[in-house]
């Protein structure tokens, strides 16, 4: 059975988009974008908005998505809005970042999420 997970792209209005430090897990210490596995029963929308409101104690509401899949997972990546203030998870997110697409190097990016950014970046050029 594959796998699923979510993903957000929170950007600001200077194109600078959100990174979260993993606190634990596989690919501690790195940067990546938030999100996480979805539940049984939950749809992709739903997963995303609680696993934003999990990590980051942000509303999220889930605007665009491009789907991304590989072997064992797929992972759909949205792009939306958010209101209220980061009050981090400290079991999940030990830090954030806003970074534009030409500060990827300064940070250690997780999983594929620097080739999902600069995809990103560029198609935002457009």
Known sequence: MLKEAVRAIIATDQNEVLLVKRADGIEKDKYCLPGGKVD?????????????????????????????SNDSWKTTYFTGNTSGQIKIDTNEVSGVVYLSGKKLDTVDIAFDHKSILEDYFYLSML
């Open 40 to 68: 049984v029963g939950e749809t992709n929308e739903q997963a995303v908005t609680r696993e934003i409101k999990e990590e980051l104690g942000l509303d999220f509401d889930p605007k665009d998505s491009f789907m991304i």
